[in-house]
């Protein structure tokens, strides 16, 4: 595959070898890369410059998974994909999408091949997508697997945002307990501080305890925020750059109540979409789980899949690979046995995809239900518990005075 180094936009203006003044937009790495590209298709270059960054909101995974569906509709109907990509882009509300596909439409103008096209831009067409459309173009599908491309793509991030609303709700508790102890702790607490001040009796050691905390957070509360927000800090850093790590947060997910349910449950949904899109696709099989195993989520689902791929590749049925990694669910491996056996692997994986993602639909909605009465329960518990702490110096008042 190409380099998967993201190009930058030029505009340029040069001169063909009729002397006619031409001028355009083309993507490469740098400066002198652009001039070569122009010398290339016969045009002497008079003046190259860095396109502008295009303003506008951000280009989304949705705005790629409708992009797809568009020039699927429009191949289907005969419309040439220069063409196509030039009446998407001007239609476009998004100038970075307009000018996303513009680039890409004067890239295809060049002779280019789409998938060659939109390989320049990993950010936005991962290595999936770009093989998909490579296979497209190959077998003269390119309609069809742009459609299944923008179905596999909708599934996905509405997988992801099921996912992210349950995670919401575990932090949302968090977020809410913090905030109403902070007020209470910065706020309503020192003015009962001050009130048995007065006394100059002991309090009781619960009294005491608490009221030492509201001092602390009241002389060291930016110091305490500022190591909570480099902690957080560092954990993102560290599962975005090391793998083992990664890893090891992945495990203790899976091992939560509920929520790690719903991720085992995400990341087999997630796997049987893509093994179908790729099957579909006619990739190879052992390319496809590779591919299967990075658009997991879950490291640990990464990595046995990437076991079974091994396995497989040694001559091993990809049901009895996937059934020694102990993680897949039995009947994820007897309908992938049975899709084996038919012939329609992709069929089968489509059925698996479909009834996990009603899984994790059903237990996100069963989660945010059950954690409502659970918020409430905690934050009773704090304010109670403080409550408790800043009148027992009141039931013993007698003892005080």
Known sequence: MAENVEQASWLWEGRDRRGRTLKGRLSATTLTMARAELRRRGIAPTRVRREPKARGKRIKPGDIAYFSRQL????????????????IGRGHDNERMRRLMLTIRDDIGAGNALSKALVK?????DELYVSMVAAGEQSGKLDELLRRIATYKEK????????RKALFYPAAVVVAAVLVTGILL?????QFQ????SFGATLPAFTRWVIGVSESIQSWGWLYLLIFIAIVAAIMHARKRSYAFRRGMDRILLKL???GLIMKKSAVARFAR??????AAGVPITDA???VARSTGNAVYEDAVMQANVQVAAGMRIHTALEETTIFPNVVTQMIAIGEESGEVEVMATKVAEFYEEEVDTLVDGLSSLLEPIIMVVLGIIVGALVIAMYLPIFNLGNIV
Do not use: C, N
């Open 257 to 259: 109540p509920v929520l």
């Open 194 to 197: 001050h009130f048995y001040s």
């Open 186 to 190: 910065i706020y309503v607490i020192p």
């Open 121 to 125: 831009y990993p950010k936005y067409f």
């Open 274 to 279: 893509t093994l179908s899109i790729t099957v």
């Open 156 to 163: 996905t991030e509405a997988l992801k945002r099921k996912v």
């Open 72 to 87: 699927a509709t429009m191949l289907t109907a005969g419309v040439p994909l220069v063409q196509a990509f030039d009446v």
């Open 289 to 291: 789980l590779k591919t």
